[in-house]
């Protein structure tokens, strides 16, 4: 099988990945690696590995270079394999798919593992793998400095949320399903194929990546008084929770009545007034470890 890295730029002089390239290639023949230098890059690259006949595209890198080779596959018509060599500081999707974080054995599995088909988001006209979040939620990871996020790692996104936090102002919209709507102040609202983000926070306890539906998280604002039923939401949500509501659904609609909320679709920064979000089933095919806690198992 032809295989290709395509291998954020950032990344490519780390001496562990080039040991792990080197190692890998001794063992196989067929690894090739483009790195990105410049925005638009990852599309221009999948597009060359596919009239060059690549038939396993790797995304080395964090969750917006797997989220860029994603959203450029999902818009072929003929669509390669794609593995992941997790090498971002939080790795939010990987890592809860429970691909290795050390290069070699990332590398290992991405070549030799088999693919089965997931789910993608849609957001409008673009794509996510694994979390839309808007309001608080995405104004954290937007607002994180690069710096902190290298030094700090995932605990960044938390120190950020904090700081953020004592003076954060809610926003006032509404999200409309197949179902009903919900409006109201919130604080958070993700929309989730994964299951966690911002640096390891989990969202969506039992998302699956293969169930044809999308976990939306709502918390809405609270006051002081509030904190305990809001923590005891929290550790326990449902659909009719009074603060924190998590339901499965195929499709969303979020607004935040006429203005731009942040967003951001696996980390990396989105607006719009009005965002549909819908899933599409069985997108792509993903290398995974038979260990991966985010397929739902055929019964």
Known sequence: MKTRIILNGKKAGLKSIRDAISETRK???????????????????????????????????????VNEVADALVKLPRRP??????????????????????????????????????????????????VASGGFGAEVTVDTPVELKNFLGGGAYTLTGLVKAMNFAPYRGKFVTHEGEVSGAAIVGAVCNGRQA?????LAPNASINDGLLDVLIVKDFSAHDLPRVVDEILNPSPEG???????????????????????????????????????????????????PLLKQAH
């Open 27 to 65: 063992q196989t023949h067929s690894l090739e690696v483009r790195t990105t230098y410049e925005s638009g890059d990852v599309e221009r690259l999948v597009n060359e590995a596919i009239a060059e006949g690549v038939e396993r595209i790797i995304a080395g890198g964090g969750d917006g270079t």
């Open 81 to 130: 394999e794609l593995a992941i060599m997790p090498l971002g500081t939080a790795n939010d999707f990987a890592t809860a798919c429970n691909i290795p974080r050390d290069p070699l054995a990332a590398l290992s599995l991405a070549i030799n593992g088999k693919s089965t088909p997931i789910d993608i988001g849609k957001a409008n006209e673009r794509h996510f793998v694994n």
């Open 198 to 202: 911002g640096g390891g926070q989990v």
């Open 242 to 292: 009074e603060f924190v509501m998590l339901f499965q659904t195929p499709w969303v609609e979020m607004s935040a009545h006429g203005k731009i909320a942040p967003v951001n679709l696996d980390g990396e920064p989105y607006r719009s007034k009005v965002i549909r979000f819908e899933v599409l089933p069985d997108a792509i095919k993903l290398v995974l470890p038979e260990s991966c």
